[in-house]
């Protein structure tokens, strides 16, 4: 390629891009918006906000003491409902202890034993005697679990009920 053919191509090319700058300007110009003559980093002033009546003040303080007293005093919660009914609770378990401390899985053993002795004792009775008998040999277990469960609420009880009692006091 010669000198004279990369002259005339540059020329064209900025001579177009020059047309298509002007152009696009004369575009905007002829659409009525003018270009912004401020920068465009200026932010437009804030709106200004109307000043509150005193009586709206008033009455915001008025609602704010409200909502901070209803916070600093918790609601009393009345327990002693649930205190009795534990208390129930642990009187009928002392029941059912003294019921069933005299009552053993061995006890079964001596009942299989004059079944077996009496000879006529069908296979049903058998498997239920077996049965009853596991079913009491679990029944202490949960017994002792539900023993333990009464206990620890009754402990959480009351130091519940101490502590109201000291905020109380307070």
């Known amino acids: 390629m010669n000198e004279h053919d990369h002259s005339t191509r540059l020329i064209w090319g900025i001579a177009i891009v020059a047309a298509v700058f002007f152009g696009s300007v004369g575009l905007v110009w002829s659409t009525g918006a003018p270009l912004p003559s401020k920068a465009l980093a200026d932010v437009p002033p804030k709106p200004k906000v109307a000043v509150a009546s005193a009586d709206a003040v008033a009455g915001l303080d008025k609602r704010m003491a409200a909502l901070e007293a209803k916070v600093q005093a918790p609601p009393a919660v009345d327990t002693s409902n649930i205190e009795a009914q534990i208390k129930g609770l642990q009187s009928q378990l002392a029941a059912v202890h003294t019921q069933l401390g005299t009552f053993k899985a061995s006890d079964f053993d001596a009942l299989r034993t004059k079944l077996d002795n009496a000879g006529t ?50």
């Open 121 to 170: 004792t069908p296979k049903s009775v058998k498997t239920t005697i077996e049965t009853l008998q596991t079913d009491v040999g679990n029944l202490r277990t949960r017994f002792d679990q539900l023993s333990q469960q009464v206990a620890s609420e009754t402990a959480t009880e009351s130091k519940s009920s101490s502590h109201k009692s000291h905020s109380r006091s307070k």
